[in-house]
């Protein structure tokens, strides 16, 4: 079957626009992450949704970044007033369940450019 | 603060050569412990993942160690082959939460002919 995909693979965008990346998780899976990764840094924890509960944002790091995962399948990551600071690899990840040694299976990320 | 510590940071080796990667977190309390390797490009595919109980666990050529007692963990690699350059991220996930992961900076490994 298909793994997590994400489009699209490459953004550039001007300071101060809006962004939208999309990720489409493995088909059944319940738990869907949202990682940031800075050149030189390691990946960073941005936000997950398990099924139908209410998301844990608390990594999110400012009011200009939102995300949301319809009918428990896809989700978008808006990052508005992009600022250069933001340029980095968004990459997603799903797994059957959250919590224990459930394997995250990520996608190929969205390289996200602020000129 | 949960924090992952990876060296080296970068490691030439011969093919055919064996190679160890270190990793030791400060995560707390301790749920589980993955390597990730990461091509250029394409996001992180799991080699092992070990709980607490498990001070050992293979995948073909690759062998992860835990020692979770000192919180440290090493990644070793038998035979190297040019394919093997990539990435080696160790994650380590605290209990509760969802399975929010903390991850290394990685060890950027290049085999060499």
């Known amino acids: 079957g298909a793994g997590v995909s994400q489009s699209p693979s490459n953004k550039v965008t001007e300071k101060g626009k809006d962004v939208e990346l999309r990720c489409d998780p493995i088909?059944?899976?319940?738990?869907l992450y949202w990682y940031r990764q800075s050149l030189g840094q390691g990946l960073e924890f941005l936000i997950y949704?398990?099924?139908?509960?209410?998301?844990?944002k608390s990594g999110l790091p400012s009011d200009r970044f939102s995300a949301e995962r319809t009918g428990g399948s896809v989700s978008t990551l808006t990052i508005q007033r992009t600022q250069q600071e933001d340029s980095a690899v968004y990459l997603c990840?799903?797994?059957?369940?959250?919590?224990?040694?459930?394997?995250?299976?990520f996608g190929p990320g969205t390289r996200l450019t602020v000129l | 603060k949960n924090q992952v510590e990876q060296s080296p940071q970068s490691l030439i080796i011969l093919e055919g050569k064996n190679c160890t990667l270190q990793?030791?977190?400060?995560?707390?309390?301790?749920?589980?412990l993955r390597w990730y390797k990461q091509d250029t490009g394409r996001g992180p595919v799991s080699l092992t993942i070990?709980?607490?109980?498990?001070n050992t666990k293979s995948n073909g050529r690759y062998t992860a160690t835990l020692d979770a007692d000192t919180k440290q963990s090493s990644l070793h690699i038998t035979a190297s082959q040019l394919s093997d350059s990539a990435s080696y991220i160790c994650?380590?996930?605290?209990?509760?939460?969802?399975?929010?992961?903390?991850f290394g900076t990685g060890t950027q490994l290049k085999v060499e002919l």
């Open positions: 990840a799903s797994s059957l369940l959250a919590g224990g040694p459930n394997e995250q299976f």
């Open positions: 088909s059944g899976h319940t738990a």
């Open positions: 949704f398990q099924g139908n509960s209410a998301p844990d």
């Open positions: 990793c030791n977190y400060t995560v707390s309390p301790f749920s589980n």
């Open positions: 070990m709980t607490f109980s498990e």
């Open positions: 994650v380590v996930s605290a209990k509760g939460g969802g399975n929010k992961l903390t």
